[in-house]
């Protein structure tokens, strides 16, 4: 069946740097992927989307790469702050929502 | 009120209770969905209704029921629910459920608690 995996469970980064968090899918015809952001104690929340006809999207302060040869996906957070702290999925969608378990992400000070 | 609007945000039952929850959402959307998030494991997609009809059922157990009565309200009837149960359950609604349009805009969710 269709999976979706995050590469790490836990990120922790120090202020002010760069974050990377990859996600890897095993379904070559997911045409759309997205990344969600949940912080404690609320919902899951759209960051950011992209396409499979693109490699790159970028956001506000956030970056999606996407790999369709290794199936591969990853975001990229610029200057992380303590804002970021969250856990951070990724889900690929074909003719529903495909979700990986999730990265948490802790910015240290 | 916008966006999607999860009651209780916390409960409490035991075994041999019957209790629902409640999703409202403000945003004009035709399919509205319930996941359940246990620790560590990925949500899992439960019941997905498009225009108030359900059009998906992932082999959910019947002592959960949906109840759709129009497409702003969803409920997940809960009746004998065992301990492995307790989770948080998460209401979202889409556009759709076309490719394209079947987005998610989340609630906070439901945290569940089975004694």
């Known amino acids: 069946g269709e999976s979706v995996g995050l590469h790490l469970p836990t990120l922790s980064v120090q202020e002010g740097d760069n974050s990377i968090i990859n996600c890897a899918y095993s379904?070559?015809?997911?045409?759309?992927f997205i990344w969600y952001k949940q912080e404690s104690g609320k919902g899951p929340q759209f960051i950011i989307d992209i396409r499979s006809n693109m490699d790159k999207r970028q956001g506000q302060r956030v970056t999606v790469l996407l790999n369709k040869t290794v199936k591969h996906l990853s975001l990229q957070i610029a200057a992380t702050q303590p804002g970021d702290s969250a856990v951070y999925f990724c889900a690929t969608l074909r003719r529903q929502l495909t979700f990986g378990s999730g990265t948490q992400l802790t910015v240290l000070p | 009120e916008t966006g999607v609007t999860q009651t209780p945000r916390h409960l409490v039952m035991g075994m041999t209770n019957k209790k629902s929850l409640k999703c409202e959402q403000h945003?004009?959307?035709?399919?509205m969905y319930w996941y359940k998030q246990s620790a560590k494991k990925p949500l899992e997609l439960m019941f997905v209704y498009s225009l108030e009809e359900r059009v998906e059922n992932n082999s959910v157990p019947s002592r959960f029921s949906p109840e759709c009565p129009n497409s702003s309200h969803l409920f997940l009837h809960l009746h004998t629910l065992q301990p492995e149960d307790s989770a948080l359950y998460l209401c979202a609604s889409s556009q759709g459920t076309e490719p394209g349009a079947n987005v998610l805009t989340f609630g906070a969710g439901s945290r569940l608690t089975v004694l």
């Open positions: 379904n070559s015809a997911s045409d759309y």
């Open positions: 945003l004009g959307h035709n399919a």
